[in-house]
C-alpha cells in the first residue's frame, strides 16, 4: 500500500512561482512512476507531468510545458513539481499520484487509469 502526501499549495499572484512537494511511505518508491495532475471546478482531472523511476526521464503536458518542472528525490522518497510563471488558468487542486505497475523499460505513461495510488490534492489558486 503506498500512501501520498501532497503539500505546497497555496495562493499567488499571476507570474509567481509555487513547489509542490509530494511525500511518500509504504511500498518500493523508487520502482514507481509518479505523476502529477490538477482538477479545475467544473473540469476533468488532467495530466500536468509525470517522471521516470530513476528521475531521467520527464513528460509534461503542452500547456506547463517551459514553466513547470517535475523531479524526484528516491532516497527521501519525494516528488516535486516546481511551478513557475503561474496563470490564472492554471488555478486547481493538484494531486500526486503513483504509476506502481510501470516497468523499467516502459515509455512514461499520462493517462489516469494507470495510476494506482493518489493523494489527498492541495489547492493553487493564481489570481491574476
Known amino acids: 500500500q503506498v500512501q501520498l502526501v501532497e503539500s505546497g499549495g497555496g495562493l499567488v499572484q499571476a507570474g509567481e512561482s509555487l513547489r509542490l512537494s509530494c511525500a511518500a511511505s509504504?511500498?518500493?518508491?523508487?520502482?514507481?512512476?509518479m505523476g502529477w495532475f490538477r482538477q479545475a471546478p467544473g473540469k476533468e482531472r488532467e495530466f500536468v507531468a509525470a517522471?521516470?523511476?530513476?528521475?531521467?526521464?520527464?513528460n509534461y503536458a503542452e500547456s506547463v510545458k517551459g514553466r513547470f518542472i517535475i523531479s524526484r528525490d528516491n532516497a527521501k522518497k519525494m516528488v516535486y513539481l516546481q511551478m513557475n510563471s503561474l496563470k490564472p488558468e492554471d488555478t486547481a487542486v493538484y494531486y500526486c499520484?503513483?504509476?506502481?505497475?510501470?516497468?523499467?523499460?516502459?515509455?512514461?505513461?499520462?493517462?489516469?487509469?494507470?495510476?494506482?495510488?493518489w493523494g489527498q490534492g492541495t489547492q493553487v489558486t493564481v489570481s491574476s
Open positions: 517522471v521516470h523511476r530513476s528521475g531521467g526521464t520527464t
Open positions: 499520484a503513483a504509476d506502481v505497475r510501470l516497468i523499467l523499460s516502459a515509455p512514461l505513461r499520462n493517462g489516469i487509469d494507470y495510476y494506482d495510488y
Open positions: 509504504g511500498g518500493t518508491f523508487s520502482r514507481y512512476g
